[in-house]
């Protein structure tokens, strides 16, 4: 079953403008992962964020989690058109240690 | 992190034939993992690889469909045996750096079922 729903599910934006994107979950979590995949190949790890972490920085990237509301949010500053890409989330907590993702929201960033 | 390989990238099969999907990785891991995408959709877990035993299958995924080799702790299989055009989809293995808790996948293989 999905864990995390993502929102929106697509998003355009000019080259240069931010980006955020928001996921929610259900259950408690050690950690939530953010992930990019290109026109469905394979998947790109962006950051971890720990459930102890309220707000983690990479680069352009900024993710926060809000365990209490069960919910992160990653922005994306000055945009790039190499940024268009689905953006998904992923927690902890599968039966297997596996993780639970979310749907994915689609980036556009036009140049 | 993980430097991870597939192969094939990609293939287009008939129906009721079988592919085999390798998954390579650079250094020993303990837990290996197979999902699938179905097309626009989000990942969902196929099964464990367990090494030196049967795969771990999450509900709705069969032995008989899906068989899973794991020999050694760099190396998986994943079978799609007898296809329909229902297994178009692609399949991505990923692992865990148990150090760092995170998870990290392989480029995929995009199976397309005629």
């Known amino acids: 079953s999905q864990q995390g729903e993502e929102d929106p599910q697509a998003l355009s934006i000019q080259e240069g403008e931010n980006a955020t994107m928001n996921c929610s979950y259900k259950?408690?979590?050690?950690?939530l992962q953010w992930y990019r995949q290109n026109s469905g190949r394979g998947l790109v790890h962006l950051i971890l964020?720990?459930?102890?972490?309220r707000e983690k920085h990479s680069g352009r990237l900024r993710v926060t989690l809000d365990t209490s509301k069960k919910s992160s949010s990653l922005l994306i500053t000055a945009s790039r058109a190499a940024d268009t890409a689905s953006y998904f989330c992923?927690?902890?907590?599968?039966?297997?240690?596996?993780?639970?993702f979310g749907k994915g929201t689609k980036l556009s960033v036009k140049p | 992190s993980a430097v991870i390989s597939q192969k094939p990238s990609r293939d287009i099969c008939q129906r009721g034939t079988s592919l085999t999907i390798q998954c390579q990785v650079d250094?020993?891991?303990?837990?290996m993992f197979w999902y699938r995408q179905q097309p626009g959709q989000s990942l969902t877990l196929i099964a464990t690889?367990?090494?030196?035993?049967?795969?771990?299958?999450e509900s709705g995924f069969v032995i008989d469909k899906f068989p899973i080799s794991r020999p050694n702790l760099t190396f998986s299989t994943l079978t799609v045996s007898n296809m329909s055009p229902e297994d178009s989809s692609i399949y991505l293995c990923?692992?865990?750096?148990?150090?760092?808790?995170?998870?990290?996948f392989g480029p995929g293989t995009r199976l397309t079922v005629l």
């Open positions: 259950t408690s979590i050690n950690n």
């Open positions: 250094s020993q891991v303990t837990m």
């Open positions: 690889a367990n090494q030196g035993s049967e795969a771990t299958y």
């Open positions: 990923s692992v865990e750096v148990y150090s760092y808790n995170e998870q990290f």
């Open positions: 964020i720990r459930s102890n972490e």
């Open positions: 992923a927690t902890d907590g599968g039966s297997q240690g596996n993780l639970i």
